[in-house]
Structure formats: C-alpha cells, structure tokens
C-alpha cells in the first residue's frame, strides 16, 4: 500500500481530454501486476472510456479473466491502440471504436458493432465521463453543463437501452459512479450532480431488469490518478491531488479493477443494485 505515488505531484496541466504518456508519475492500469483466473471466460463486455485511466485497467483485467472486448474511447487513439495491445497479450479480441457518445446514433451503434464483432454482449460498462472545474456557479455555462449531463447520464441510458435486449441471463451493467456523489467536491458542481444521477440510475435500473436476470451496479471511486485529473483541475489540485482521503494519496486504475471484475463475475448473481466504493478509506454515506 505504501508503495503507491503519494503528492506532491510534478505541475502538469494538460489539454482536454488528457493522455496518459504525458502524466507524471504514469498511472498503474496493472500491466504488470493483474493475474486472471478465467472469471470472465468467454464473455463479451463493451467498456466506454477504455483507453485510459480506469477503463483501460477494466479492459486489462476483463481480458486476463477471459473476455473479448469492444473499447469505445472519442479521439485518444494512441492510448486506445495501447490498450487494444494489453488485450490481445491476453489473447483476447480487442476491437476499437472512437466516437462520441454524446450522439445517440452513436451508442446504439457501438451495442450493434459489440454483437456484431464479438457475437454477443453479456457486460456493459458504462465508464466514459466528461469532469470541468469551476470555482463560481456563474462560471458554468449553460453548454458546459448540458456537455456534462450529456456524456454522463444521458449516454448512460442510451447504451443501457440498446444494451439490454442482448443481455441474456446472468447480464451485467457496470455503472461508473464517484464518492462525488455523497461528498460532492463544490468545485466540480456538474460532475457531482450526474454521478449522483448515475446511482439513483443504477439502483433503480437494478429494480427494473431482476426479473430478467440482468444485474446493474456502480463503482464509487475516489481520487483516482488518470488523465482526466491534469486535463480538468488547477495547478494546485493536481499537484497535491489524493491528499485528502486517510491513505492521503490517489489510487492507481489497477486498485479498482478487482472491483468490476467481481460485478461482472456470474458468481455475483445476487449482488444487484450495489454500489462498491473504492476511496481510499474515505467512507460514503
């Protein structure tokens, strides 16, 4: 535990939406570290947000366990392809496909390409989110946050849809949700309002779908070390982020996957409408 990066962090404020190359210490998805078991054997997960951060560590640890994957990223095709690689290392299908989900043409497409590539869908992963920092509410423009609404609620709820019908029994949905959620940080005022939208979403959805078998839960993270973090924050956040929770750093992509990797595990059948944190040893409540 020790072991981890702790802040001070270098100054390294990027353009959205980030790269992992470019961050200083470079994250942990873990490529080196995550040893599958055959979890996942011969399942078919579409993961959105899966060139980086704690998509990329999904995809990792989901091919390792077994499965074949459609990774949906917007533009970053250099750490998609890199990703893509630590799958077909694995020995599993790895197909890409860029876009944003803001469009709902799009994720329904990406459900249809996922079938079509991969023969079936049986994991959806909704993780892809869209995060600005404003210190003042009138700094918030109406397009900043109809964008925020758009790419964390509302293609959740597309690619739900579109998604379900291919889900057979046993079908899981994976929410990416936030500790903002509870503890909304006032400075990322319309991230924290989806990611609470993203649970309610997640434990209604669950009600909904029981009786066709089909799970749905949500990982609460904490400060997670992952582009988004020097593409969307101050100098001064960045540099000291993860401070806050008792572990008093950031966890790595890699501490999260074991978390997603256990929703989606057919051995979780009765494990729905759950929400897992993982924050460091902050609690939510």
């Not at 758009?150 to 690619?159: E, G, K, R, S």
């Not at 889900?167 to 989806?194: H, V």
């Amino acid at each position: 535990m020790n072991a981890h990066p702790k802040p001070p962090f270098p100054d390294q404020r990027q353009p959205m939406p980030g790269r992992t190359g470019a961050m200083d210490p470079r994250p942990d998805h873990g490529e080196e570290s995550y040893v599958g078991s055959g979890r996942l054997a011969g399942k078919r997960a579409l993961i959105t947000g899966g060139d980086s951060g704690i998509g990329r560590a999904v995809a990792i640890a989901f091919a390792r366990e077994g499965a074949d994957l459609l990774i949906s990223y917007l533009n970053e095709d250099e750490d998609a392809r890199e990703t893509a690689e630590w799958v077909e290392k694995a020995g599993r299908k790895a197909v890409l496909v860029p876009g944003d989900i803001q469009d709902p043409q799009h994720c329904r497409a990406l459900v249809d390409k996922a079938v079509a590539e991969l023969g079936g869908l049986d994991i959806l992963v909704n993780n892809a989110a869209h995060q600005a920092s404003f210190a003042k509410i009138g700094d918030i423009s109406d397009e900043e946050w109809q964008l925020t609404f758009a790419v964390n609620i509302h293609a959740m709820f597309y690619l739900t849809k579109a998604a379900v019908p291919h889900l057979k029994q046993g079908g899981s949905i994976i929410n990416t949700a936030s500790i903002n959620a509870d503890k909304p940080s006032p400075a990322l005022l319309a991230y924290a309002t989806t990611k609470g939208a993203i649970q309610n979403f997640t434990a209604g959805l669950a009600q909904l779908l029981a009786g066709e078998g089909i799970r749905a839960n949500a990982v609460a993270p904490g400060p997670i070390w992952t582009p988004l973090i020097p593409s969307t924050m101050p100098s001064e956040a960045v540099t000291s982020f993860g401070k806050q929770v008792p572990m008093q750093r950031p966890g790595q992509p890699a501490e999260l996957a074991t978390a997603y990797v256990m929703l989606a595990d057919p051995l979780s059948s009765y494990v729905s409408g759950a929400t897992i944190a993982v924050t460091g040893g902050q609690p939510i409540i």
